[in-house]
């Protein structure tokens, strides 16, 4: 039942295959189940082999899923994940909202919480705006909505007055919205401050006064090529500078 | 720089760079000897409506030389390129998006479309764009007297018969784009197809290590 595999942890390029063990002695009397791989990002499925299709790290989560992790820093949009994005034009009864991608999502001004056709909301062109993608596909425009599926806004809606707006790699924005992040806790010690992070490698910043949102920001974009000890030791130097 | 019998390829000392540019989505610097050549990618982004395909992306490919405005000589370079990319990058991923790639020429002394493809190839993968397999480019020049020269520098490559430039993918080693200049034998053509797929062996290996060293830190 297990699928195991050498290469997990090795740095891959495109074009590597690689398959899965099978197991040498097949039972007659269990049931033999068919085992399920789930391919994550980077990983293409041909014929009964996978083939990697970017270069970076291939990682595997338990019980049977791998992705390569790479570095990237151009957003592709995918369903579900939730983004910054900046109003750039209102159309009949629809936001056109600029999020980084190839071409612009839309966002319906039914799609708030509590917005009627007679309550609508109060959306300018150039406002933030934190959302999730609900259609985001190849082959389809994709569309944002503010509001999660039980009609709540959950955090997502308009936002962003002061504040800085910043673009940073995909990856460093995986790694603050992971569970334990280091950086979060790292910066948590620092000052108090206002973060709203999107998965298309925005970051908006607000804090007590504008030298120290320009600091975190300084931060965050120089954190991206440190390892753990350089940073720690740079949040450590920043602190002691400011108190 | 020279072959002897085809049993040993040497090849000139290359060197390559990952994301030095700050505005790009992906960009690559390879030296290959004293030609080196600079290479930014974006994309997928925004395509114009009149150049957009349904189905798949639309590359474009610009070369810039070191002094004056591009002329013919770079479109045809330019083409060569996007023959390449196309035939390994995934483009049906991103339909009705434009992938757009721009390589600067730094310094020219010999073996300039190879290094333009390899610094290509660099760059793609440095964005992440989805590719089928890898690519790397080599130059063979048959001397008068008939020796077979890769990677030839620039005084090589004027007293040569003939230049060839080959595209090979890392898959199969297949030839995916062949460009050439002069006049050479069926023969000639085939052995220099067959040592330049054993110089990709080198390059392909020079790609895996330093996409390897890239990533240490986060490992």
């Not at chain 1, 750039?88 to 708030?112: H, I, N, P, W």
Request: aromatic share 6%; glycine share 8%.
């Amino acid at each position: 039942m297990d699928v195991s595999c050498e290469r997990v942890g090795e740095v891959l390029l495109p074009g590597d295959e690689f398959s899965f063990e099978a197991e040498e002695n097949i039972s007659l009397t269990v049931p033999v189940k068919s085992e399920k791989v789930v391919c994550g990002p980077g990983l293409r499925r041909c014929g009964d082999r996978l083939v990697v299709c970017k270069s970076g790290v291939l990682r595997h989560k338990e019980p049977n899923v791998f992705w390569i992790d790479s570095q990237q820093r151009r957003y592709v949009p995918a369903k579900g994940e939730s983004i910054i994005g900046i109003v750039t034009a209102k159309s009949g009864d629809v936001f056109k909202v600029d999020f980084g991608g190839s071409e612009q999502a839309s966002l319906s001004y039914l799609a708030f919480e509590g917005a009627t056709k007679r309550n609508r909301p109060n959306v300018q062109m150039g406002d933030l705006v934190f959302a999730q993608f609900l259609i985001a596909n190849k082959d389809m425009e994709p569309e944002l909505v503010c509001i999660d599926s039980s009609g709540r806004a959950n955090g997502m809606g308009v936002f962003g007055t002061g504040g800085l707006l910043f673009r940073v790699s995909l990856g460093l924005v995986r790694r603050l919205l992971a569970p334990q992040s280091n950086i979060r806790s790292d910066l948590e010690h620092l000052f108090p401050c206002e973060l709203v992070v999107g998965m298309n490698g925005r970051i908006w910043v607000k804090s007590a006064s504008v030298q120290q949102t320009l600091i975190i920001a300084n931060l965050l974009q120089s954190a991206e090529t440190m390892t753990a000890q350089q940073r720690q030791q740079l949040f450590r130097k920043v602190q002691q500078g400011a108190f | 720089m020279e072959v002897c019998g085809s049993l040993t390829v040497s090849l000139r000392e290359f060197g390559c760079e990952q994301s030095l540019l700050s505005r790009t989505d992906g960009s690559a610097s390879f030296v290959q000897g004293d030609t080196s050549v600079m290479a930014g990618v974006y994309g997928p982004a925004e395509v114009k409506v009149s150049k957009e395909i349904y189905d798949r992306a639309t590359l474009e490919v610009l070369v810039q030389p070191k002094v004056g405005l591009p002329s013919v000589r770079e479109r045809s370079q330019e083409q060569c390129v996007r023959e390449t990319c196309e035939a390994s990058l995934l483009l049906t991923l991103h339909p009705r998006s434009s992938l757009t790639l721009i390589l600067q020429v730094l310094h020219d002394d010999g073996s300039l479309l190879s290094c333009c493809l390899n610094a290509a190839c660099m760059a793609l993968m440095d964005a992440g764009l989805p590719m089928s397999c890898l690519f790397c480019g080599v130059t063979c020049a048959i001397s008068t007297d008939g020796q077979i020269i890769t990677d030839p520098t620039a005084a090589q490559e004027k007293e040569s018969r003939a230049l060839m430039t080959f595209a090979i993918d890392s898959a199969k080693r297949s030839v995916l784009m062949s460009s050439t200049k002069g006049s050479f034998s069926v023969h000639e053509l085939q052995q220099c197809i067959a040592v330049s797929q054993k110089a990709s062996e080198k390059i392909f290996q020079f790609y895996r290590d330093s996409v390897k060293r890239r990533y240490s830190k986060s490992l």
